[in-house]
């Protein structure tokens, strides 16, 4: 039984068949989405060893589920290969070098494949910024980011309100102190959850915005320095 999932995201069945004939045959467990979203989906519900995504997808393109991918600090582990028949369609959202994934050409033949996922596997195994990590809980004190766990924060509800209701239930009768407590904590602890990971991923948006950015001002310091070096030769 193969015990490597790849996932091929690929409007276009050809290719997804392609990949599947050129892997080793056993050793892979090959899944197909055809378009962003339902990549996407398999993404999020499967454990994969590779993640092979065409940039140009219907529905959701490759460009917004790679951002997707890069905002979760769990996802962004998988190895990548990102595909594409125009190298300058990808270069226009992410600057090179490549640093943590790896980019195949279309055409290619089985040699150019393989090797792709031999150096996409490497690349994923190079540290990276950290990203907050989603259930985190965020706050700033002395312009420091600091986090702690969504779960912490909620695990003192239950005391507070366990020292609260006894003077409330000398009053009331214990049936009302017993259905009333549930029902307050339900609805408050998921909203708070929900409000801290909504703020989280925007964070992690921002910080994978913040390194495209970063990558893009190394290549343009990169082409000043070669251009002077020409000049003063």
Request: net charge neutral; hydrophobic share 45%.
């Amino acid at each position: 039984m193969a015990s490597n999932k790849i996932l091929v995201i690929d409007d276009t069945t050809v290719v997804r068949v392609k990949v599947r004939e050129m892997l080793p045959p056993g050793n892979f467990e090959v899944l197909e989405a055809k378009d962003g979203l339902e990549g996407l989906n398999f993404i999020l519900q499967e454990k994969l060893s590779l993640i092979m995504l065409d940039f140009l997808l219907p529905k959701m393109s490759g460009w917004e589920v790679f951002q997707k991918v890069q905002a979760d600090p769990e996802l962004r582990k998988i190895p990548l290969v990102i595909m594409s028949g125009r190298k300058e369609e990808v270069t226009e959202k992410i600057t090179e070098p490549f640093e943590y994934f790896e980019f195949l050409g279309k055409p290619f033949d089985q040699k150019q494949l393989i090797n792709a996922i031999k150096l996409a596997m490497t690349k994923a195994k190079q540290p990276r910024p950290e990203l907050v990590p989603v259930g985190a809980a965020v706050s700033v004190k002395n312009g420091t980011l600091s986090t702690s766990s969504v779960a912490t924060a909620t695990v003192a509800t239950p005391s507070a309100a366990s020292t609260v209701m006894p003077t409330a239930a000398s009053n009331a009768t214990p049936s009302a102190a017993n259905t009333a407590m549930p029902t307050a904590a339900s609805n408050a602890t998921p909203s708070a959850e929900e409000a801290s990971n909504a703020e989280i991923n925007a964070l992690n948006e921002k910080i994978v915005k913040m390194q495209a950015e970063i990558d893009g001002l190394k290549k343009q310091l990169t082409q000043v320095v070669t251009f002077i070096k020409q000049k003063i030769k």
